[in-house]
């Protein structure tokens, strides 16, 4: 298993209430969420680098 971090940002309020309903629709955990979004952004600029 992956060693994990504690990471804290802040976030504009509208965003976090939008994210916290997409969770629960859903059905997943706000971290899993996070973790996810953070993947496709890196994968996304890995795409852009290799052009």
Same mark, same amino acid.
């Given at each position: ?21 997409? &969770? =629960? !629709? ?5 971290? /899993?969420?996070?973790?996810? &979004? =953070? !993947? ?5 600029? /890995? ?5």
């Amino acid at each position: 298993m992956e060693k994990k971090v504690f990471f804290n940002t802040t976030v504009p309020e509208n965003l976090i209430k939008k994210f916290k309903i997409l &969770a =629960i !629709q859903l059905g997943k955990r706000q971290n /899993e969420l996070l973790v996810e &979004a =953070i !993947q496709d952004i890196l994968n996304k600029y /890995e795409k852009k680098d290799k052009k």
